[in-house]
């Protein structure tokens, strides 16, 4: 099975875990990442979501799973220890068109989650699909040590540098390159702010503020 790899902005929509344990807890916390409306449904819920209730991060439906999801759902993960309860929801998402996503059973899934990476607004995703969780985990571990936290700051200079190398035609790659020649990184690695403003002056012209 191939999928389809994609960055989906689910900001204020509405997005379901069924499962109230631990590994439905790092599901929902990344959803609350990511500002998902989420709710839970799940008879009983680990400390962890049971704060997340108490805080209104969450709406949690109490009880066993019934196929009872809100309307606009746009996305449910299941994440409980029960195969049937699992394989129930699988088919009532797919059922209804709304991409399910089972933990560690891909043959029910829509989508799989990636073992990710993140540095700021840098996110670099593996997956394996589902072949082999232990493997993605391993190459995001080499992937960690090859990308620091560096590339956080770079890629918010790029991103506030973006507007005015769009404003000129052709010029993004060229800049881009010539930054990266100057050594721009390595100043950043260095915490080397008066070479990182002097590299980005004397490549684009434009006075930048880094802190």
């Not at 990266?180 to 004397?202: C, P, S």
Request: contains cysteine; proline residues 4%; charged residues 30%.
């Amino acid at each position: 099975m191939k999928h389809y790899p994609i960055f989906w902005n689910i900001t204020g929509k509405i997005c379901v875990v069924v499962g109230g344990g631990e590994v439905a807890a790092r599901k929902v916390a990344r959803l609350l990442e990511c500002k998902a409306k989420v709710y839970v449904i799940s008879p009983e819920l680990v400390p962890e979501l049971a704060d997340m209730k108490r805080e209104g991060l969450i709406e949690h439906i109490s009880g066993l799973y019934e196929g009872q999801y809100p309307d606009h759902t746009i996305m449910i993960i299941g994440a409980t220890d029960d195969e049937k309860i699992n394989a129930a929801v699988s088919q009532d998402a797919q059922a209804r068109d709304i991409p399910v996503n089972i933990v560690d059973d891909p043959q029910k899934c829509d989508f799989i989650l990636p073992s990710l990476v993140e540095r700021g607004e840098l996110t670099i995703a593996c997956s394996t699909g589902g072949n082999s969780p232990a493997l993605a985990k391993q190459i995001r571990k080499e992937l960690e040590a090859a990308y620091g936290e560096e590339y956080s700051d770079l890629v918010n200079i790029l991103g506030k540098l973006r507007e005015k190398m769009e404003k000129n035609a052709g010029k993004g790659q060229i800049w881009f390159e010539k930054l990266m020649a100057e050594g721009l990184l390595d100043r950043i690695r260095k915490k080397d702010k008066v070479a990182i403003r002097q590299i980005i002056l004397d490549v684009s012209g434009e006075e930048v503020d880094i802190d």
